[in-house]
């Protein structure tokens, strides 16, 4: 990722963040579990917590891509937990999908192709980091 990138990410989430987390989770959910209805399964029917866990590490991740060192560990540790859940690396692509979706509909005339490149490129970098480590024995 490019420091450009990393700039159009962290301005478009900034704007992002001004949405109701539940209305994001809302969002996001319904779409992930509209185009993979298998993946609803594997949450709990209460979803409001995970709705809150979603965008907690999202901006988490969103405020350290200028630091990836620091955020090493924690993408390692969410791998391993989304491992113990079944989450395979089949897994990932409807996920960026999903988000994707999620992030065009929350900042309408705000998403252009270049933030759209931005955030494929984080979302890529994420979810590989986190299949190589979910495929790692836990330390």
Not at 42 to 58: E, G, H, N, V
Request: hydrophobic content about 40%.
């Amino acid at each position: 990722m490019t420091s450009e990138q990393i700039a159009l990410i962290k301005k478009s989430w900034n704007a992002f963040r001004g949405v109701d987390p539940i209305m994001v989770g809302e969002v996001f959910y319904s779409r992930l579990f509209y185009t993979s209805p298998k993946f609803r399964k594997m949450f709990d029917r209460s979803m409001t917590d995970q709705y809150k866990k979603l965008i907690d590490m999202l901006s988490l991740m969103v405020a350290r891509l200028d630091k990836l060192d620091e955020i090493t560990e924690d993408i390692r540790k969410l791998a391993i937990r989304h491992a113990s859940y079944g989450v395979k690396p089949e897994h990932f692509n409807p996920v960026g999908e999903a988000l994707l979706w999620t992030l065009e509909k929350g900042l309408g005339n705000d998403w252009n192709p270049e933030v759209k490149k931005a955030w494929s490129a984080c979302y890529a970098m994420i979810s590989e980091s986190m299949i190589a480590a979910g495929k790692k024995k836990p330390v």
